[in-house]
């Protein structure tokens, strides 16, 4: 499972709100919504917050194990 709990902790360090990650990625707050929750979204948007915050990609997701299957 991917999950994007680095992405917080990247914002917070660059000083990024949601509202500003929008507003620089274009994207909006369903996606923010998604992020989340851990929810899949597409690579291109990944690209555009990875450029937006300066990253990269393990900077803001990484894999975890999922047991419940």
Known sequence: MIVFDKLWLTMKEKGFSTYK???QCGIDSKTIR???AN???ET???DKI???LGCRIE???EFVEN???
């Open 21 to 23: 990650l929008r507003e």
């Open 39 to 41: 929810e899949n979204i």
């Open 67 to 69: 047991n419940d299957n």
């Open 59 to 61: 900077d803001i997701a």
């Open 34 to 36: 998604r992020l989340k």
């Open 50 to 52: 990875c450029s937006a």
């Open 44 to 46: 291109k948007t990944i």
